[in-house]
């Protein structure tokens, strides 16, 4: 099995800052695209960020210019630094990755249990 550990969430204030990391357990020898998604009460999973293996990025429209992804291949971890935090970026941030490989086997759409972002106003 596979599992992908997010960890950075928390509280912050309006125009604050924060860093989530989630890094791939177990023999991993590569992950195709990684990404981050975030859900907020009573609304759907919605796209944040994306990274493809050789580093090509993809933002939703509302993240643009504040967000940034990033990873570390030899670490099998993925980044989102968060700028200029504003209260409607509040949400559970879920890691992604579409298809992981480890010994033999490809891992297809997997996730990470979330990590919650609250910016107050």
Same mark, same amino acid.
């Given at each position: 099995?596979?599992? &992908?550990?997010? %960890? #950075?969430?928390? &509280?912050?204030?309006?125009?604050?800052?924060?860093? &989530? %990391?989630?890094?791939?357990?177990?023999?991993?020898?590569?992950?195709?695209?990684?990404?981050?998604?975030?859900q907020?009460? #009573?609304?759907? $999973?919605e &796209?944040?960020? /994306?990274?493809s =293996?050789i580093?090509?990025?993809?933002?939703a429209?509302?993240?643009?210019? $504040?967000? /940034?992804?990033? $990873?570390d291949?030899?670490? !099998?971890?993925?980044?989102?630094?968060? !700028?200029?935090?504003?209260?409607?970026? /509040?949400?559970?941030?879920?890691? !992604?990755?579409? $298809?992981?490989?480890?010994?033999s =086997?490809?891992y297809?759409?997997?996730?990470?249990?979330?990590?919650?972002?609250?910016?107050?106003?």
């Open positions: 099995q596979v599992q &992908l550990v997010e %960890s #950075g969430g928390g &509280l912050v204030q309006a125009g604050g800052s924060l860093r &989530l %990391s989630c890094a791939a357990s177990g023999s991993i020898l590569t992950i195709n695209v990684m990404g981050w998604y975030r907020a009460p #009573g609304k759907q $999973r &796209l944040v960020a /994306t990274i =293996r580093g090509s990025t993809n933002y429209d509302s993240v643009k210019g $504040r967000f /940034t992804i990033s $990873r291949n030899a670490k !099998n971890t993925v980044y989102l630094q968060m !700028n200029s935090l504003k209260p409607e970026d /509040t949400a559970v941030y879920y890691c !992604n990755a579409d $298809r992981i490989l480890k010994g =086997r490809w297809v759409d997997q996730w990470g249990q979330g990590t919650q972002v609250t910016v107050s106003s």
